[in-house]
């Protein structure tokens, strides 16, 4: 798609209005700059890479320097009479522009510039301190129109075509209402000239060519093309929508053949997809490197269009985006975080490798005088009163100690995950990922890093599926959540990345426990005597408080928030033990402490697991 194509005037309009932008926003660099940060500096999302380098090749005020780009002036022979180089840069600019401006392409003259600039024959200056030429403004050194045609570069031609659309417009009013309405009517930005004969002829007394020009330049209302044309602010919109079809157009189109990538097109049928062999060098991994690590973490899109300005809307994109990230993979200096997101590796925090020492379940090896062992664990056919199937319940599951998921078991993807918070947990600022579907966070590296929001603010976690954890939580608990039983819930939001952390000070009636009960059973995790107590004899205390019975979700939480322990070990006590039953169709546990000394029951050892 070439200019030659494009017939339509208000479209090589909006071509130049992007194009404008372009070189305002290239100013402030000294060097070639990617055509990505260009339009990070414009700000308008719509506009592709592909879009600007289509628009940019086509404009000789523009130069391409090793995929990157440049204005052109600044190329030329700066050698030349300073007063002529000076005119082209203002002229190359096409609109008012400031002394700093031009000092960046002229450091070494800039005392000089003022002096050179004050000539009015030549330049006017704005109301803002900026610079124009003097050619850009009708001149008005005769009464006569011919004259002033003349003396202005104008042809009769360029009046008339605007004359109907004039007649309907009040030149003795506002004059940028005026000029805003002349180029809506007329459907196409119009000439700044021509604008200034038609209010020349409605006040030929009272016109000064550069007051007119300060009155549109300073008007919210109009736009200055730098091909010498105004254009309204409503006209803008439609340029931003023409120049967004433009981009979409661009991306249907096949990528043209560069070093950088080829193009095979297959021959056995026209509908095969073409496939793209993308080259990626050592220098174009140093790239990597630069964006990458002045963002933190970035994502491919990003990468590939400010490289090798390839978007989501090029049909190559996917097999390229493939082929960087393979590329990466290889690259230690990289690290891909989930989804279609890099880090640096060097900004991985080291603790999202390791589960925490507190977490740890370790062995017990309490014995008899006879060298009997104790707080051993029975097979599923030794668990009574429903526990075989209790020791699955996600509220007794925990790193370590859960059960391993197989594609049968995954659920359907829910939007929503409820999570109940345990007291070691909170402390450490992790959660379990076992709590949660398999299916519920994307599938992904090692180390995935997500996003939680609360509607206001936003912080980054880790999840590890080998360490079955979701690290960083201790952002989000928060000393109004109780120690032990706290739920709170993780939703999907529209970003694969991004879920909504919602907490609403509710509790789940098993796994909490109220402040004075933490606080006693915190004291006995840290009593010397409970060190040495069997499990079983741990359970026994903490039953004397349940006189009229407890959970097995809840006497396990209790009994961890003393010692780690296994599910299946807190179960296995529960059923092996004579002090310990439940009473009719109750799910309670009761404890009868007369039954203390009855011991193991002899008809278990049949189920004690090797």
Same mark, same amino acid.
């Given at each position: 798609?070439?200019?030659?194509?494009?017939?339509?005037?208000?479209?090589?309009?909006?071509?130049?209005?992007?194009?404008?932008?372009?070189?305002?926003?290239?100013?402030?660099?000294?060097?070639?700059?990617?055509? %990505?940060?260009?339009?990070?500096?414009?700000?308008?999302?719509?506009?592709?890479?592909?879009?600007?380098?289509?628009?940019?090749?086509?404009?000789?005020?523009?130069?391409?320097?090793?995929?990157?780009?440049?204005?052109?002036?600044?190329?030329?022979?700066?050698?030349?009479?300073?007063?002529?180089?000076?005119?082209?840069?203002?002229?190359?600019?096409?609109?008012?522009?400031?002394?700093?401006?031009?000092?960046?392409?002229?450091?070494?003259?800039?005392?000089?510039? #003022?002096?050179?600039?004050?000539?009015?024959?030549?330049?006017?200056?704005?109301?803002?301190?900026?610079?124009?030429?003097?050619?850009?403004?009708?001149?008005?050194?005769?009464?006569?129109?011919?004259?002033?045609?003349?003396?202005?570069?104008? $042809?009769?031609?360029?009046?008339?075509?605007?004359?109907?659309?004039?007649?309907?417009?009040?030149?003795?009013?506002?004059?940028?209402?005026?000029?805003?309405?002349?180029?809506?009517?007329?459907?196409?930005?119009?000439?700044?000239?021509?604008?200034?004969?038609?209010?020349?002829?409605?006040? #030929?007394?009272?016109?000064?060519?550069?007051?007119?020009?300060? %009155?549109?330049?300073?008007?919210?209302?109009?736009?200055?093309?730098?091909?010498?044309?105004?254009?309204?602010?409503?006209?803008?919109?439609?340029?931003?929508?023409?120049?967004?079809?433009?981009?979409? &157009?661009?991306?249907?189109?096949?990528?043209?053949?560069?070093?950088?990538?080829?193009?095979?097109?297959?021959?056995?049928?026209?509908?095969?997809?073409?496939?793209?062999?993308?080259?990626?060098?050592?220098?174009?991994?140093?790239?990597?490197?630069?964006?990458?690590?002045?963002?933190?973490?970035?994502?491919?899109?990003?990468?590939?269009?400010?490289?090798?300005?390839?978007?989501?809307?090029?049909?190559?994109?996917?097999?390229?985006? $493939?082929?960087?990230?393979?590329?990466?993979?290889?690259?230690?200096?990289?690290?891909?975080?989930?989804?279609?997101?890099?880090?640096?590796?060097?900004?991985?925090?080291?603790?999202?490798?390791?589960?925490?020492?507190?977490?740890?379940?370790?062995?017990?090896?309490?014995?008899?005088?006879?060298?009997?062992?104790?707080?051993?664990?029975?097979?599923?056919?030794?668990?009574?009163?429903?526990?075989?199937?209790?020791?699955?319940? #996600?509220?007794?599951?925990?790193?370590?100690? =859960?059960?391993?998921?197989?594609?049968?078991?995954?659920?359907?993807?829910?939007?929503?995950?409820? =999570?109940?918070?345990?007291?070691?947990?909170?402390?450490?600022?992790?959660?379990?990922? =076992?709590?949660?579907?398999?299916?519920?966070? #994307?599938?992904?590296?090692?180390?995935?890093?997500?996003?939680?929001?609360?509607?206001?603010?936003?912080?980054?976690?880790?999840?590890?599926?080998?360490?079955?954890?979701?690290?960083?939580?201790?952002?989000?608990?928060?000393?109004?959540?109780?120690?032990?039983?706290?739920?709170?819930?993780?939703?999907?939001?529209?970003?694969?990345?991004?879920?909504?952390?919602?907490?609403?000070?509710?509790?789940?009636?098993?796994?909490?426990?109220?402040?004075?009960?933490?606080?006693?059973?915190?004291?006995?995790?840290?009593?010397?005597?409970?060190?040495?107590?069997?499990?079983?004899?741990?359970?026994?205390?903490?039953?004397?408080?349940?006189?009229?019975?407890?959970?097995?979700?809840?006497?396990?939480?209790?009994?961890?928030?003393?010692?780690?322990?296994?599910? &299946?070990?807190?179960?296995?006590?529960?059923?092996?033990?004579?002090?310990?039953?439940?009473?009719?169709?109750?799910?309670?546990?009761?404890?009868?402490?007369?039954?203390?000394?009855?011991?193991?029951?002899?008809?278990?050892?049949?189920?004690?697991?090797?």
């Amino acid at each position: 798609m070439t200019n030659a194509a494009i017939e339509n005037p208000a479209e090589l309009a909006a071509m130049r209005y992007l194009e404008d932008q372009a070189y305002t926003a290239m100013l402030v660099y000294q060097e070639p700059v990617r055509a %990505a940060e260009i339009i990070g500096i414009i700000g308008k999302e719509s506009y592709t890479a592909k879009l600007l380098r289509h628009v940019l090749a086509a404009s000789p005020r523009f130069a391409q320097i090793d995929r990157r780009w440049d204005l052109d002036i600044r190329y030329e022979d700066l050698q030349r009479p300073l007063e002529r180089v000076l005119r082209e840069i203002v002229d190359a600019y096409g609109k008012p522009i400031s002394i700093e401006e031009i000092a960046i392409n002229l450091s070494s003259v800039y005392e000089m510039l #003022p002096r050179m600039l004050a000539d009015t024959e030549k330049f006017f200056k704005t109301l803002d301190n900026r610079f124009g030429l003097a050619s850009w403004l009708l001149s008005v050194m005769s009464d006569d129109e011919e004259d002033i045609l003349f003396d202005s570069g104008m $042809e009769q031609g360029d009046v008339e075509a605007l004359e109907s659309s004039a007649s309907k417009v009040a030149w003795t009013a506002d004059f940028a209402s005026a000029v805003a309405k002349l180029a809506d009517t007329a459907g196409v930005p119009v000439s700044g000239k021509v604008a200034s004969l038609f209010r020349w002829r409605a006040l #030929p007394e009272s016109f000064d060519a550069v007051e007119a020009f300060n %009155a549109l330049y300073a008007s919210k209302k109009l736009i200055w093309l730098s091909d010498g044309r105004w254009m309204s602010e409503k006209m803008a919109a439609g340029f931003d929508s023409m120049l967004t079809a433009m981009a979409d &157009r661009l991306a249907d189109e096949i990528m043209e053949e560069s070093p950088v990538a080829t193009i095979e097109k297959a021959e056995v049928a026209e509908d095969v997809a073409p496939t793209l062999s993308l080259t990626i060098s050592e220098q174009d991994l140093d790239e990597v490197v630069q964006i990458v690590s002045g963002k933190g973490v970035e994502r491919m899109p990003v990468i590939l269009e400010s490289i090798f300005e390839i978007s989501p809307r090029d049909p190559v994109y996917e097999v390229a985006a $493939e082929g960087l990230s393979d590329a990466m993979r290889a690259d230690s200096r990289f690290a891909w975080v989930g989804g279609d997101r890099w880090r640096m590796a060097e900004t991985l925090p080291a603790y999202i490798n390791q589960v925490p020492a507190e977490l740890e379940i370790k062995p017990l090896d309490f014995e008899t005088p006879e060298g009997e062992k104790l707080d051993v664990e029975l097979d599923d056919e030794g668990l009574e009163g429903g526990l075989a199937a209790e020791i699955h319940n #996600p509220l007794v599951q925990d790193v370590h100690d =859960c059960d391993q998921v197989t594609e049968q078991d995954k659920l359907p993807a829910q939007e929503s995950a409820r =999570c109940v918070l345990f007291r070691h947990h909170k402390k450490l600022g992790t959660f379990p990922l =076992c709590q949660i579907s398999d299916t519920f966070f #994307p599938i992904g590296p090692k180390a995935v890093e997500i996003i939680l929001t609360d509607g206001g603010r936003q912080e980054s976690v880790w999840i590890n599926r080998e360490t079955g954890l979701i690290m960083g939580m201790d952002k989000w608990y928060t000393d109004e959540m109780p120690e032990s039983g706290a739920v709170f819930e993780l939703v999907k939001t529209e970003k694969p990345e991004e879920y909504k952390f919602v907490y609403d000070n509710t509790t789940d009636p098993l796994v909490f426990v109220s402040p004075g009960r933490v606080e006693a059973l915190a004291a006995m995790a840290d009593d010397p005597k409970t060190q040495n107590m069997t499990t079983f004899e741990l359970m026994s205390e903490l039953m004397q408080d349940h006189k009229k019975g407890v959970s097995f979700v809840t006497l396990f939480t209790e009994v961890n928030i003393v010692r780690r322990s296994t599910r &299946r070990l807190v179960a296995s006590i529960l059923s092996s033990y004579y002090p310990f039953y439940q009473r009719g169709k109750s799910a309670l546990w009761q404890f009868d402490e007369k039954k203390v000394d009855q011991g193991f029951k002899k008809a278990k050892r049949k189920y004690i697991r090797k």
